[in-house]
């Protein structure tokens, strides 16, 4: 007997063994649906006494083993049922030989045996018969279970039977000596009648009864013939039958005090729904002996209750048993089952520590040379009856021991996955998790060496498995956990591998299901990189939503009927919930490390609070980008900035291109300019744009580009204030005085010298100190979506900085009188500053051709202004402007006024390029006022005639011409009274006036006239005459007199043309 | 001669644990932590008896393994373990020998604790404590 039966418990002692095999071709499914039936009836009551039978089926059982029955009878296989397949009368011959052929394997123990044929009709089937039971498929076989009790009852009664018989013939007949398989030889030629040898086979026969009384469910009296056994095998110092007898009582006593099974779940299954009748037996045993009646024997007993063991003494008759069991090499399997039968005893009686000290024994019963699958069996049970005396490292060492048999070198196929799944199953006894979140309180403690060892093992393992994603993930889960452990050459061995794996399989952050159902959490890799410190940072300010404080309130009250909604504030919560991490790949292995898991770092937690998604703007300009900052005190986040070059005075276009990158549609747009701060003067608008035509193109769905155009105008100042050039007005003309000479004489020379002003290389430097920087930031606000709804909106800022170079300077601006009082002429120094030919128009005159560096002066007749139309409303506005500011916006207005008359532009023919020039900076007060009409409208008619401009007069000599010098009075005020006085006089042209014509002009009445005081809007006139002796041409020029009234007005109020008058010859 | 010293947390963990180089320290690793299935037993059976009668000592826990070592258990009041493996192939230890070594473990590692600088539960890395195992370890030999 070699092959031991690790599954064995001390109630399989009162078990009826009875073997279930398959003759022919029976489909394995098919066997054992028929098996798992036949295995249901494990346990029937016996008719007319109380009695249970136990039966235990096996499948398999070696017939060696089955030598061993006279030893122990629940050993001995007392029934067979075989299953066949037949499906024609034809081989129901054949079959039947084969069924005699399997019960000659078994026959000298059998009592009785049955043969179920499936699949087989017809005539034979009618025959009834005892020993065969036919069915036509193994669907339709209901009777399976009723055929099973009928057999169990039928070996009853040769148990019974034989039972009796045994226990009966006691004195008369010779005790035939039982012996096991090995003993046999050693018996040849002892002397059969000596007391010695008829004491063994008594001894031996009792023993053998007490078995039989176990089998038939009479416990007390195998008690009882168990003792006696013992009291006549010790005398005679039978060792392996006192060891047997010994086990015996053990067992009789185990299945009294524990009915429950010693067997763990098998056990248990046993007596499931069945419970009530083995009490039922329990209850009925003491008066079993009586009611039967049947042994005189048993009278001899010593009181019952002795003869039941307690269970103390239980263990140390199993002891006992063993140490006579190890006695004899060949009953090695007898030793070690009975070891494994005593730890589950103990196992229930929870004295682990003499349980392992029986496994201890059985770890070194050596038995024949094992085979591999039976040293992989041995390791297991071994560490499932550590585990059951919860000896849980023991248990997982030996574990570990069967899995590494597994894939011993002397496998030809090595066990991987039997090897894996072992290895998993020694985890706990390691107390070892696979969750890296078990680590992450503080420094690992626990038994480094052995667990990385064992993680080591998986590795390879899982690998030689050929499922690398699983060594994948023991791997990261070893360098994760185990880091502090690692020495540095285990580090870079343990990357390395790593990453070798990670090549052909990356390890992911998805959860691993294994087959077993457990499931490895992935592995985020939170010590590699060391993380020391985690700051949040903001979004860029491209990307910020911004809450739209108006929207809040609204917002909620669309949502929910109510003012504080519960819902609402829960979800909130739900939102925060959500944690932050971090996203690594490390040696090929993805991790989404979240910070509470991180081991250095001690936050009380970020909160970020999202908010529902936005639609997304791309900005593109027609521009090129500038790698210029603005200004750092523009407080904004600018996220683009564009960058342009033009001169003072050009406009240009800028288009710009929205493209909705998002995958919201964009509903809402905003756009608002701020130009940053500049010492510079700025005139009109810098930035305009019209919105509408590009709200027109929206909602704008993603993807789609919508165009938005800026006009971009630069008026800077056009004087050069402070600076650098000389004045030109070397020529003396004044503009404060009153014109001296003829006006149309002094017609704008052209400087036709045009000298550079400075010397080239300063004048270089000059320009470029005179580029002058303007910037602005351009908001877009925009919004859409679910987000739009929510009240949020994003801004993106796009930077524009402007480079003005200068393009003309007005050096100078003086005027000079028309011809015309109500007209004037500007006189403008034009200064090319820039290195191109340029030339400068206005509306009115021709263009006027200006080379680089050149100035010129250029005139421009220009109609006076009556700038006391313009609307003022000093009564608004004056309440919060101070008279200052007023002024200030007069003299704007006052310019914007005169430049959109004059309209004075340059272009750069070379350049292609052109621009507006404006006076708007430069005109002073004295030039205002000499542009502006004045409020006195003097006109003087000569012979009714009005005479203005270089219109002349003609007279003749002799005749009295009229004069008449009219007032009208435009101002707010009445003025006068004014007298005047006319002067004549003649210009010689050569500079000299002659005032000396007393004897060629003689005045008709007075030279001196006299106005009356003027109410405003009034009219006044004055009336004279002249008469010219000779003829000639002459001028008249009135002269104020200056008293006190005429001073108090400005000069120019009384600027009178002067009269031209040709005296002709009377006409015959 | 001690083959193998280990110092067990009460929570089972190795505080300490130190080996003779010239063996597979990983077999020593896997002796002690097996060894510690009987220690939690007898620990747990010695439970019920009064403190001030509690034996420190644990006596013999496996005691024919193979190796022909023998290991020897020993715990504290505050049940920390000491775990020593011993080989007796060569020489037969009494008890008492074994027990006085156990005591004299018991004094280093009281020292040890007495360190404000050691945070109890911290792996043990005194160099008094060593020098003191590794006295013992070549001391019988």
């Not at chain 1, 249901?40 to 030598?67: A, F, G, K, T």
């Not at chain 1, 080591?456 to 994948?472: D, I, K």
Request: include cysteine.
């Amino acid at each position: 007997m070699s092959v031991p039966d690790y599954m064995q418990c001390a109630e399989d002692h009162q078990t009826l063994l009875v073997v279930v095999q398959p003759v022919g071709i029976v489909s394995e499914e098919n066997f054992f649906r028929i098996y798992k039936r036949i295995c249901s009836v494990s346990q029937i009551s016996v008719r007319d006494s109380q009695r249970v039978l136990y039966i235990r089926y096996r499948h398999h059982y070696p017939p060696e083993n089955n030598e061993w029955g006279d030893f122990q009878t629940h050993r001995k296989v007392v029934g067979l049922i075989t299953i066949t397949d037949c499906f024609s009368a034809k081989d129901w011959p054949q079959t039947f030989e084969k069924f005699h052929v399997q019960k000659e394997i078994y026959g000298s123990t059998l009592y009785d045996s049955r043969l179920f044929v499936f699949g087989l009709q017809g005539e034979i089937v009618e025959q009834p018969r005892t020993d065969v039971a036919f069915y036509p498929n193994y669907e339709d076989c209901q009777t399976v279970e009723k055929r099973i009790e009928d057999f169990i009852e039928s070996l009853f009664i040769v148990l019974e039977s034989k039972r009796l018989d045994r226990a009966t013939d006691k004195s008369g007949d010779k005790i035939p000596l039982l012996c096991v398989p090995f003993e046999k030889k050693d018996f040849v030629g002892l002397d059969t009648d000596s007391r010695h040898y008829k004491k063994r086979c008594q001894g031996r026969m009792r023993k053998h009864v007490g078995d039989l009384c176990l089998q038939a469910g009479m416990l007390q009296d195998s008690l009882v013939h168990y003792h006696m056994s013992v009291e006549l095998l010790r005398s005679v110092n039978d060792f392996l039958w006192l060891g047997a007898a010994l086990e015996g009582l053990c067992s009789a006593s185990v299945i009294y005090h524990y009915p429950g099974g010693t067997g763990g779940k098998s056990g248990a299954r046993r007596f499931q729904g069945s419970t009530l009748p083995a009490e039922a037996a329990n209850r009925h045993r003491p008066g079993a002996l009586t009611t039967n009646g049947i042994n005189p024997d048993t009278s001899t007993e010593i009181g019952r209750a002795k003869n039941c063991l307690s269970p103390e003494d239980i263990i140390d008759k199993y002891k006992e048993a063993i140490s006579y069991y190890s006695k004899y090499k060949n009953a090695g399997v007898i030793e070690l089952e009975a070891c494994i039968k005593a730890v589950r005893v103990l196992a229930i009686q929870k004295r682990s520590m003499e349980a392992s000290e029986f496994l201890q024994n059985a770890v070194y019963i050596n038995l024949r040379q094992l085979s591999e699958e039976e040293k992989i069996q041995r390791y297991s049970i071994l560490s499932e009856l550590y585990e059951l005396i919860g000896f849980h490292r023991k248990s997982a060492f030996f574990k570990r021991v069967a899995a590494m048999q597994c894939v011993a070198p002397s496998i030809a196929e090595p066990g991987w996955r039997a090897c894996y799944k072992l290895l998993l199953e020694t985890l706990p006894g390691y107390s070892l998790s696979l969750d890296p979140k078990d680590f992450s309180r503080g420094t690992h403690r626990g038994w480094a060496a052995v667990q990385m060892r064992l993680l080591h093992e998986l590795v390879y393992a899982s690998r030689r498995m050929g499922n690398p994603a699983l060594s994948v993930r023991h791997l990261s889960f070893l360098l994760q956990t185990m880091l502090d452990f690692l020495s540095d050459q285990e580090k870079k061995d343990v990357a390395q591998s790593l990453e070798n794996y990670t090549s052909k399989c990356p390890g992911t952050m998805e959860p691993i299901a294994l087959p077993g159902g457990l499931t490895l959490p992935p592995v985020p890799f939170t010590k590699l990189p060391i993380v020391r410190h985690v700051k949040l940072l903001n979004l860029p300010a491209s990307l910020r939503p911004h809450k739209m404080k108006s929207l809040l309130g609204q917002n909620v009250s669309t949502k929910s009927p109510f003012i504080y909604s519960p819902i609402i504030a829960h979800n909130r919560g739900e939102e925060r919930n959500k944690k932050i991490g971090y996203h690594t790949t490390v040696f090929g292995v993805f991790s989404d490390c979240l910070l509470d898991n991180l081991p250095g770092i001690k936050t009380s937690g970020s909160t970020v609070e999202v908010i529902p998604a936005l639609p997304r703007l791309q900005i593109s300009t027609s521009l090129p980008r500038s790698a210029h900052s603005l200004q750092p005190s523009s407080g904004d986040e600018i996220s683009t900035n564009v960058s342009v070059q033009l001169y003072n005075g050009e406009s240009q276009q800028l288009i710009i291109k929205l493209e909705n990158i998002g995958m919201e549609p964009l509903e809402k747009l905003e756009v608002t300019s701020k130009v940053l701060t500049t010492k510079e003067k700025l005139y009109g608008d810098f930035l305009s744009w019209k919105l509408e035509e590009t709200l027109a193109q929206f909602p704008l769905q993603p993807g789609k580009v919508a165009t938005f155009t800026i006009n971009i105008k630069v008026k800077l100042d056009f004087s050069c204030q402070e600076n650098l050039l000389q004045d030109l007005s070397d020529d003396g003309i004044s503009v404060s005085g009153f014109p001296l000479s003829s006006p149309f004489r002094q017609v704008v020379r052209p400087r036709v010298e045009g000298k550079p002003v400075n010397p080239p290389e300063s004048n270089k430097a000059g320009d470029y100190s005179h580029v002058k920087t303007l910037e602005a930031v351009l908001n877009f606000k925009y919004s859409g979506g679910p987000g739009h709804t929510e009240g949020y909106y994003r801004n993106l800022s796009l930077g524009l900085h402007v480079e003005v170079e200068p393009s003309v300077f007005f050096t100078r601006v003086s005027t000079l009188p028309a011809t015309s009082t109500r007209q004037c002429h500007l006189l403008l120094d034009v200064f090319n500053s820039t290195e191109h030919e340029l030339t400068v128009s206005t509306r009115s005159s021709e263009a006027l051709i200006l080379h680089a560096g050149e100035c010129q002066r250029m005139a421009i007749q220009v109609d006076k202004f009556n700038f006391e139309s313009f609307p003022e409303s000093p009564g608004e506005k004056g309440q919060f402007a101070n008279p200052k500011q007023l002024e200030e916006e007069r003299r704007e207005a006052r310019g914007l006024e005169i430049h959109s008359k004059l309209g004075i532009c340059w272009r750069i023919p070379s350049l292609k390029r052109s621009g507006e020039a404006s006076v708007e900076g430069l005109l002073n007060q004295l030039v205002l006022e000499h542009l502006q009409l004045a409020p006195l409208q003097w006109d003087v008619l000569v012979d009714g005639q009005p005479c203005d401009r270089e219109a002349v007069a003609a007279c003749q000599v002799g005749d009295p011409v009229r004069l008449e010098v009219r007032l009208t009075n435009r101002s707010p005020r009445s003025v006068g009274p004014f007298a005047l006085t006319v002067v004549p006089f003649q210009d010689h042209q050569n500079g000299v006036h002659n005032y000396d014509l007393h004897d060629t002009v003689s005045f008709v009445g007075s030279s001196t006239f006299y106005l009356d005081a003027v109410q405003p809007s009034g009219q006044s006139a004055c009336l004279g005459a002249l008469l010219f002796l000779y003829t000639g041409d002459f001028f008249l020029h009135i002269r104020f007199h200056e008293d006190s009234t005429s001073k108090e007005l400005p000069p120019s109020w009384f600027c009178l043309p002067s009269v031209h008058v040709c005296a002709l010859e009377a006409q015959a | 001669m001690a083959v193998c010293i280990a110092v067990i947390a009460k929570e089972n963990y190795p505080l300490y644990i130190r080996s003779t180089p010239t063996e597979n320290e990983l077999k020593f690793h896997y002796m002690v932590h097996t060894s510690l299935d009987v220690v939690d037993e007898k620990i747990s059976a010695m439970g019920k008896a009064l403190v001030d009668q509690r034996e420190l000592y644990l006596g013999l826990l496996y005691p024919t393994e193979d190796y022909k070592l023998c290991r020897y258990g020993y715990v504290t009041n505050s049940k920390v373990k000491f775990v020593m493996v011993v080989d007796s192939s060569n020489t037969a230890l009494r008890d008492n020998e074994i027990r006085s070594m156990f005591r004299k473990l018991h004094n280093s590692y009281t020292d040890v604790m007495c360190n404000p600088f050691y945070n109890p539960g911290d792996r043990i890395q005194s160099r008094a404590f060593d020098n003191m195992v590794t006295s013992m370890m070549i001391q019988v030999c």
